[in-house]
């Protein structure tokens, strides 16, 4: 109860989406099966405030969904920025792409059809920014090829690091996505490439600075 009204607080005191926001996040809670894997309201702020800040030429995202998250950051880019992102999921493409098209800096999103592992490598680009939010048993395998796109000082954001909490408690069987959190979690800890603070935003966002 106490937390709840803490989460309600903390979204009562961000700003409010705009219409084309509003309307992505109502659109996927009505017609996709998970719809909370959508960043949401306070997150998709963070990240726009993120790239506010940094105001980087080129970000690639690794899992689109409905394209909130890479809406979110587009809106925030520069002139000359460019938001590649990629997703595996067939079904969510046209989605992604409709509101894409509605968006003031779409033309700014490069949406990319296939497996991040394979289209990753093959990415002509060096990216200042990668947000890292696919399938949790992958995510070291995405930072381990991310990181060799990204350029030195550039920053890595990986969502989902508390995993509902399920990567800080133990429990008796835990399942492969928990497992894949904790493995890619303790190895950013203890990789001397970088640098990183993990940031109670939702389900725990890590932000990574490549030494
Ligand atoms: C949590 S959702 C992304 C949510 C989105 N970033 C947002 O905040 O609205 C994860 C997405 O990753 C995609 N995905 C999973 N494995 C992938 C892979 N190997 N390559 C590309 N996309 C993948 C899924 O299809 C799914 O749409």
């Known amino acids: ?11 009562d005191y961000t700003s409010g989406e705009d219409r084309l926001m509003r309307t992505l996040n109502r659109e996927t809670h009505l ?3 998970y719809p909370n894997m959508l960043s949401g309201k306070v997150q998709g702020k963070f990240l726009e405030m993120v790239v506010w ?3 980087p030429k080129r970000i690639l995202e690794i899992g689109t969904f409905t394209g909130y998250s890479a809406l979110a950051m587009a809106k925030a880019l520069p002139e000359d920025g460019l938001l590649y992102t990629i997703d595996n999921n067939e079904e969510i493409e046209s989605f992604a792409r409709r509101f894409f098209a509605q968006a003031e800096q779409g033309n700014k999103i490069r949406f990319l059809a296939g497996d991040a592992l394979e289209l990753v490598p093959k990415l002509e680009e060096t990216f200042d920014l990668v947000f890292l939010d696919a399938a949790k048993v992958q995510y070291l395998s995405y930072y381990e090829s991310s990181l060799k796109k ?13 995993w509902g909490g399920k990567a800080v408690f133990s429990e008796k069987n835990p399942d492969k996505e928990t ?9 950013v800890k203890q990789d001397s490439r970088v640098e990183q603070v993990l940031l109670s935003i939702r389900d725990g966002l890590l932000l990574i600075r490549k030494l």
């Not at 109860?1 to 979204?11: G, S």
């Not at 350029?151 to 508390?162: Q, S, T, W, Y």
């Open 150 to 162: 990204l350029r030195k000082g550039g920053f890595i954001l990986a969502d989902n690091v508390l």
């Open 1 to 11: 109860m106490l937390e709840r009204k803490i989460t309600e607080y903390i979204a």
């Open 31 to 33: 017609k996709t099966f």
């Open 53 to 55: 800040m940094l105001q």
């Open 179 to 187: 497992l894949g959190i904790r493995k890619f979690n303790d190895f």
